[in-house]
Nanobody
Framework: VQLQASGGGLVQAGGSLRLSCAASSSAFSISDMMWYRQAPGKSRELVAI???????NYAESVKGRFTISRDNAGKILYLQMNGLKPEDSAVYFC??????????WGQGTQVTVSS
């Protein structure tokens, strides 16, 4: 599975961004899809997950602000990010896997939130 993330950028605190992740494989629809992020000097952390059955789960730090969704027909994963905070600044990665574990990674897209 090849994954291509896009949509990052520079935004002011309180603003919004939508990340996209395009998948190359028809296995997209049966995969669990995830967004991770990694800030400088920190470990990569799971931000949100959407299962093949479209169940979702979020990191506590983004609940109520971020929404993960998927378009199986178009093989695209989304992350709608609202109410962005400076601490959301990181490189965001999309990933595909099974049983909640990532197996394939996309390249990162940089999100920078200015205060």
């Amino acid at each position: 599975v090849q994954l291509q993330a896009s949509g990052g950028g520079l935004v002011q605190a309180g603003g919004s961004l939508r990340l996209s992740c395009a998948a190359s494989s028809s296995a997209f629809s049966i995969s669990d899809m995830m967004w991770y992020r990694q800030a400088p000097g920190k470990s990569r952390e799971l931000v949100a997950i959407i299962t093949s059955g479209k169940s979702t789960n979020y990191a506590e730090s983004v609940k109520g602000r971020f929404t993960i969704s998927r378009d199986n027909a178009g093989k695209i994963l989304y992350l709608q990010m609202n109410g962005l905070k400076p601490e959301d600044s990181a490189v965001y990665f999309c990933a595909a896997g099974f049983l909640g574990s990532p197996h394939f990674w996309g390249q990162g897209t940089q999100v920078t939130v200015s205060s």
